[in-house]
């Protein structure tokens, strides 16, 4: 009697349990919930705003992690030799430059000086008539030639097309110019990317949920995709150059050789490609009397050069990769159309982490004991 009367007095409601103790744990679960979800939603809002300022650099920041993968080697061993990763990082930045700046700024030189003679002759072509002389050679195209003549003025033609090429030069300086910073960009975060990758990759590893094991599968992979992207793109460009030049060589075009490397530095450009070399030379044929040989270029430029990019790129990725030949098709194209140039390495590398989280995943849940 005595216990009992010194406990303190519980209201235990209509059903017997306590009502003053549940709302108190309840309640500080509440606030621990909503404070969870504060938290998450500010985080979110968080990286989407960085995502916004990383988006207008993304395309010189895949370049840059593409170069820092590929030449990670050479990274290596100057710092063998160097001791300090600082300089060795200088020193590689300076080596790839000298790789990738000599064949651009060849192909840029040999671009310039040959559109500049091209177009000089275009137009001596059409002023003096010489083009409806070689066109009327041929009996055939003689009713084409009249119809062509009475709805429309060549030569007024390509003086207008001139001009507004000569209009649009102030912009395409101004996006020559924009390229220039945003290839100078990629140099720049080259030099952090391969100095301070070991540091980067202890950071990615501490915010990470993964552990070790899953997360050295997954930067594996992802290594293997920039590599099979990045080699994949080269020996593309090696084929439409090689098909290129031979066919050159076959019509009697000259310079085969040059026009053929040409050719296939401009097929690693997605946005130029190898047809900024072989359509030229075909109207060119064509002024100059040989409309079969033009046909023969242009069908031959359209149907085996301009598609074997599609029809072998995805092969050898996939392959690499283990990749189906569709998926590597898909991730090259698509990211083409989401980020542009930076697709070819952005997409692929999107699809390879997404495909190895979801193979953590299964492989998490395949190993989780039964209820």
Known sequence: MKDSAEQPAVDTGAAGTPQNALPVDHDWESRKHIRTLVLMAVTAFGIALCYGLVAPFLPALAWALALAVLFAPLQQRLERVIKHPGLAALLSVALIGLIVVVPGSFVAQQLVVQFA?????????TQSGDWQRL???QPRLAPLVAW???RVDLPGVVETLTSKLTAAAGPFVRGSAYQLIGFCLTFYLLFFLLRDRRAALLALRDLSPLNDAEMNRLLLRVDDTILATVYGTLAVAAVQGLLGGLMFWWLGLPAPLLWGLVMSLLAVVPVL??????????????????????????????LVVGTIDNLLRPILVGKRLKLHTVLAFVSLVGGLILFGAAGLIVGPVILTVTTGLLEIWSARVAVRPPA
Request: hydrophobic letters at 60%; aromatic letters at 8%.
């Open 117 to 125: 003679k091209g177009a000089q002759r275009i137009q001596a072509e």
């Open 135 to 137: 066109i009327e050679a």
């Open 148 to 150: 062509v003549e009475q």
């Open 273 to 302: 490609g190898a047809f900024v070399v072989w359509m030229p030379a075909a109207v060119f044929l064509a002024l100059e009397g040989s409309p079969g040989k033009a046909l023969i270029l242009i069908g031959w430029g359209m």
